[in-house]
């Protein structure tokens, strides 16, 4: 493959035309504490088993890009350990009996360097690869990606990752805004509610792809292949 040729990838609302070399896989948030019981997606009363069958072709999609030698990047939703970077709106938000912060199976809810706060297992980053962390629900707020991807000539984003309709929708979007073209493998974003996966997916579509472009892992790797 010439990382450098444009190919074109089966996508809606029409073909997505994939230029590798300026292409960054960003995968966010697929963290314990959203996918596993315990953690910052439960605690909401979320039943987190919607989210792992986004595991395994997130993990396929990852293998390929790294074989093709392509631009990787992670997010993680989280917080300083002395919460400095928590708006006090966040923290109560939910009124729930454990807050951020509060200590859980996996460690303290949501905050940097505990288990929970960690990418799972099975998509942990390589050493070369950024990890953002972000404060917020969006990738762009409160963080140097903006930054990373420009020195790094990135135009065009596959984003993958929790949740569909909350923390890839709200990157999507500042994305989106910031000049990148995004497509969405929908077999790799998940959410706790199936409606919201579907709407979340057609609202990224709809109207010209007012957001960007939904397609399948399977065509993404056949591109790149
Ligand atoms: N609650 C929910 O659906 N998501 C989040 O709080 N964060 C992310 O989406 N990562």
């Known amino acids: ?18 230029v590798p070399a300026q292409c960054a896989l960003l995968i966010i948030d697929m963290q314990r504490d959203f996918l596993e019981a315990g953690g910052f997606g439960a605690m909401l009363g979320n039943d987190v088993s919607q ?4 595991i395994e072709p997130n993990r396929r999609l990852l293998a390929a890009w790294r074989t093709a030698g392509l631009q990787v990047m992670h997010t993680r939703e989280g917080h300083r350990p002395d919460l400095s970077d928590l708006p006090p709106a966040k923290k109560i938000r ?67 990752g929790v949740t569909t309709e909350v923390c890839v929708h709200t990157t999507i979007r500042e994305a989106n805004d910031r000049g990148y073209d995004c497509l969405v493998p929908e077999d790799c974003v998940g959410s706790y509610f199936p409606q919201f996966q579907e709407i979340g997916l057609q609202m990224i579509k709809a109207q010209g792809g007012i957001f960007g472009w939904v397609s399948q892992s399977a065509h993404i790797l056949a591109a790149i292949r």
């Open 94 to 160: 939910g009124r729930g009996k454990t807050c951020i912060g509060d200590v859980g199976p996996m460690g303290r809810i949501l905050v940097r360097g505990e288990p929970g706060h960690d990418i799972i297992p099975e998509l942990s980053p390589l050493p070369t690869e950024p990890v953002i962390d972000k404060p917020g629900k969006g990738a762009f707020f409160a963080t140097d990606l903006h930054a990373i991807l420009q020195n790094r000539a990135i135009k065009q984003l596959i984003v993958t």
């Open 1 to 18: 493959m010439d990382r450098h040729q444009r190919v074109t990838v089966e996508a809606e609302p029409y073909p997505f035309e994939l």
């Open 51 to 54: 989210l792992r069958r986004t």
